[in-house]
């Protein structure tokens, strides 16, 4: 939607603030078109956070480098504090906020069953780049947004589009992964929440599905867990063999179509694994979910 991004192509400046890698994989696809475009300048800011009793920090570099994103594109929160921008993109629900902003645009990280974005706190931008009419409909039932409210625009997810649109190459994933694919690949994607199914049964799945030996087995962490006092991406490696990989890739698009069967429980992931239209297994997740439906 140019018309709305662009007002003067020759002075446009757009920030894109985050958190977490899955945040910016959601922009991704818009940050590699925009910055082709002429006359715009693109900046990333935030960063892999961390948070304490008393101060929350942000990684800029450990986050925006595995991206490919240049240096001197990447901005601290302190710096944005003193900058203008005329669009601000993020894909979180509390925004990092430069000094100035003309447009702020909420792009979404997922669609949970949960609906954990569809709140009052996230109502401060001006566009949302809504998933669908599902996501659509929550936030009218939320009383968030009135029926054919402008803010809301249904534009798909940009995220999932490699899912379908033929730019992937699954035998060039499987090698990246070690993988030869005479065996069925099961792709294990918990949520981050706490009691998650990795907290509660994890161990003895990966060691059933390993014992088996029908099958190669990737697990993809969630990037930014709620606990923060077990350490899986130590603990887990201790697991990997031949047919059982922790991968370190940050997009999970690429593992999805890499993968013929999704095993998950709580995760956002499961409504995009659904375009491929492959099998999936949700672990079950009662004291999460329980949790969930009181907030």
């Known amino acids: 939607r140019n018309h709305m991004i662009m007002s003067n192509v020759t002075s446009t400046r757009i920030l894109f603030t985050g958190y977490a890698p899955v945040h910016f994989v959601c922009f991704r696809p818009l940050?590699?078109?925009?910055?082709?475009w002429p006359g715009v300048e693109v900046f990333v800011s935030g960063g892999l956070r961390t948070k304490t009793e008393h101060e929350t920090s942000y990684d800029l570099n450990g986050m925006y480098d595995p991206f490919g994103v240049p240096r001197e594109r990447q901005l601290t929160v302190a710096q944005i504090r003193d900058r203008d921008f005329n669009v601000l993109f993020a894909a979180n629900t509390t925004l990092i906020m430069p000094r100035s902003v003309g447009v702020r645009v909420q792009l979404f990280h997922g669609i949970s069953f949960r609906n954990k974005a569809i709140r009052a706190e996230n109502m401060s931008c001006e566009h949302y780049f809504l998933v669908g009419p599902y996501m659509q409909r929550k936030f009218i039932d939320a009383g968030l947004f009135e029926q054919d409210d402008p803010r809301g625009v249904c534009i798909g997810f940009p995220k999932t589009d490699a899912l379908l649109n033929g730019t992937l190459d699954r035998a060039a994933i499987l090698r990246e992964h070690g993988l030869d694919g005479e065996r069925?690949?099961?792709l294990y994607a918990p949520t981050g929440q706490k009691h998650n199914s990795l907290e509660t049964m994890g161990n003895e799945v990966i060691d059933r599905i390993n014992a088996c030996g029908r099958?190669?087995?990737?697990?993809?962490?969630h990037d930014h867990p709620k606990r923060s006092d077990v350490n899986w991406r130590h603990h887990l490696p201790q697991r990997e063999n031949p047919h059982c990989r922790v991968t370190?890739?940050?997009?999970?698009?690429?593992?999805?179509?890499?993968?013929?069967?999704?095993?998950?429980?709580?995760?956002?992931?499961?409504?995009e694994f659904a375009l491929l239209d492959r099998p999936m297994i949700f672990l079950d997740?009662?004291?999460?979910?329980?949790?969930?439906?009181?907030n």
């Open 31 to 36: 940050y590699e078109r925009l910055t082709r």
């Open 184 to 186: 069925p690949v099961v």
């Open 215 to 221: 099958y190669d087995l990737v697990i993809k962490l």
């Open 248 to 271: 370190r890739s940050l997009d999970v698009v690429p593992l999805m179509y890499m993968a013929d069967l999704l095993m998950t429980d709580a995760s956002s992931v499961s409504s």
């Open 285 to 294: 997740v009662p004291k999460l979910l329980k949790r969930a439906g009181e």
